[in-house]
């Protein structure tokens, strides 16, 4: 009686295991395969094939918004590129698949442009049914799918094995068909574009001009136009002259920006074979870095901290040339701050010079300096409107100061959006910049004698310098692979004899900064970390809701931060309250077993 029931109880055992299976081997090969990222559907032009007569499969896919396919193994990094394996057999051949239309992209991990699929695409399958397979009533089609699925954050392989399959009949004549088959089309190249933007050189001229005249009312450059108002407000009350040269020298720094974006483009397409994506420089966390800090150091030209002044034995010779280049420079910027916020017809202009011979491509870029600049040189060149513009006063110090806070929220907005381990580096080094400019700029005067001015000035830069070097780097990778706060995972540790080492620390404190990098940044400790197998946990106490932050006063009974804790089994725990306690550390963990 046992042994029956023991049968019955494995067949049933048996029966859940294979109804378990089941949606796990439809998700693997079945006419469609979908989770949270991709759906993919098979679907057959014909129900009815004849024997010796050619048909096409359609491969239907729908991925969630942000992911991609890589389209092209020239491209792609590695092999993850998408592929489509179709199962062949005696009955059936097989040609070669036709992609649809793919997008650039550009990948942060190659640094280049990249073809990929997005949103939703199709990619066709053309096969013939061979003549041996007249006597067969239906086929199966199977088609396998490999490659990586990625987003902006992350990459996943496809899962193994991935297929989709339909059958279909055997027939006297085709089915009527449910979809056409598309012509085939070349294979692009890694710069070329959709063909979509194949429109005349004519068209993109102009194109490109009216992009670059929208370049002028982009939020992103409105910090800098009361500067150029003021520029020229300064100018018109001087020749005319005077003030077209200067206006002409404003347009120049702007094209001097475009042309070294159509130079980047041909080292690019000749050195690389990519293509430059427009904005790819705010990309670039030391680029953003450095424009957040212009932001700064303008804004407190703005206050008045500082003026750019010329010893006067040469400013009258010098006079035309350092107003001609600080013009160029403010043309330059304007139109470097008009990269990050763009409408969608500046990106068409430029992708269609991306994907045109290096000639038209750079014609069609200098067009959008053009574009940019035309403004400008149309309001100098007309004396008449600047005879009508109100006489210098206390108003043009009020928009001064009023430009120097939009500024400084521009310059908070760029340092926001660098990583994390950067972004307060780089706001420290802002506050400190500014006390440096502002020893520049106000502790000395007119009067002040002319060692003690420069004894200043250097000092100022020397330490402007030195905060730099110490400050902007990104900072290198901890030697030592610290563990979230768990106050079950340290007991367990402790009961299982292991040594623990806790690290109290916070954002906010200085000290705690300074024991990173004195203590722990040691390789020998963090070599005798590893060796010892000790568990090491950083305990972050930067608010007061934090575990940490609770445990380090209920438990530990400790008043504040940094304190750094080991725990030996069978032994009492030691403790470091000082900043400099890396040799007593060291000395502790080599007496461990």
């Known amino acids: 009686m046992d042994k029956r029931k023991n049968i019955k109880f494995s067949r049933l055992l048996k029966a859940l295991l294979v109804l378990s299976l089941m949606p796990v081997a439809l998700a693997q090969s079945a006419q469609q395969f979908a989770d949270d990222v ?3 559907t098979l679907v057959p032009q014909h129900d009815t094939v004849s024997a010796g007569s050619s048909s096409a499969l359609k491969l239907h896919f729908k991925l969630k918004d942000k992911w991609h396919f890589y389209a092209s193994k020239e491209t792609a990094p590695g092999e993850m590129n998408l592929k489509v394996i179709p199962r062949e057999n005696e009955s059936i051949t097989f040609s070669q698949p036709l992609l649809g239309e793919s997008e650039k992209y550009f990948d942060k991990s190659s640094g280049k442009q990249v073809d990929v699929f997005s949103r939703e695409f199709d990619i066709y399958i053309p096969f013939t049914i061979n003549e041996n397979a007249a006597d067969k009533k239906t086929i199966e089609l199977q088609i396998t799918i490999d490659g990586s699925i990625c987003s902006d954050m992350q990459c996943r392989l496809m899962p193994a094995d991935t297929s989709v399959d339909t059958t279909v009949n055997i027939g006297e004549s085709l089915s009527e068909a449910k979809f056409n088959l598309p012509a085939p089309t070349a294979k692009k190249s890694a710069v070329t574009i959709d063909s979509r933007l194949s429109y005349s050189i004519w068209f993109a001229l102009m194109l490109a001009f009216v ?16 500067i150029i108002v ?75 901290v500082f003026a750019v002044t010329v010893p006067s034995s040469i400013s009258s010779k010098t006079s035309n040339t350092g107003g001609f280049i600080s013009t160029i420079g403010m043309g330059t910027l304007a139109a470097i701050l008009s990269t990050p916020c763009s409408f969608g017809i500046l990106a068409a202009a430029f992708a269609w010079a991306q994907g045109q011979p290096l000639l038209p491509a750079t014609i069609v870029i200098m067009t959008i300096g053009i574009g940019m600049a035309t403004p400008y040189l149309i309001l100098t060149s007309m004396p008449a409107v600047l005879k009508k513009l ?77 905060m730099g070097f110490s400050l902007l780097p990104a900072p290198k990778k901890s030697l030592i692979d610290w563990g979230k706060y768990d106050a079950q995972k340290i007991q367990t540790a402790i009961e299982d004899n292991r040594s623990v080492l806790i690290k109290f ?81 060291k000395t502790a963990l080599e007496k461990l077993p």
């Open 505 to 585: 620390t916070a954002d906010w404190c200085l000290s705690c900064q300074t024991v990173e990098k004195i203590v722990y940044g040691r390789k020998d400790i963090a070599d005798l970390l590893k060796q010892k197998n000790v568990l090491v946990i950083k305990a972050d106490t930067t608010t007061r809701d934090y575990e940490a932050t609770k445990a380090l006063k209920n438990i530990y009974n400790e008043p504040g931060v940094p304190v750094s804790i080991l725990f030996v089994p069978g032994e009492e725990s030691l403790r470091w309250r000082q900043i400099r306690f890396a040799d007593s550390l």
């Open 38 to 40: 991709v759906n993919i």
């Open 390 to 466: 109100p006489k210098p006063g206390k108003w043009m110090e009020l928009i001064k100061q009023t430009v120097g806070f939009i500024l400084l929220v521009i310059a908070v907005k760029l340092m926001a959006a660098l990583p994390d381990d950067r972004r307060m580096r780089v706001i420290y080094f802002a506050v400190l910049l500014s006390f440096c400019i502002w020893m520049w700029g106000s502790w000395v005067s007119f009067n002040t004698n002319k060692i003690k001015k420069y004894i200043i000035r250097i000092i100022a830069v020397t330490l402007a310098l030195w």
């Open 230 to 304: 003021l520029r020229i407000v300064d100018q018109a009350k001087k020749k005319q002259g005077r003030s077209f040269t200067m206006g002409l020298a404003f347009c120049a720094g702007i094209l001097l920006f475009f042309a070294g974006l159509a130079v980047a483009n041909i080292i690019l397409h000749l050195f690389y074979g990519a293509a430059l994506q427009w904005g790819d420089q705010f990309r670039n966390p030391s680029f953003v870095a450095a424009m957040g800090l212009l932001m700064v150091v303008l804004a407190l030209f703005m206050f008045d």
């Open 211 to 226: 992009a670059g005249l929208t370049l002028n009312i982009m939020p992103c450059v409105w910090p800098v136009l009361p």
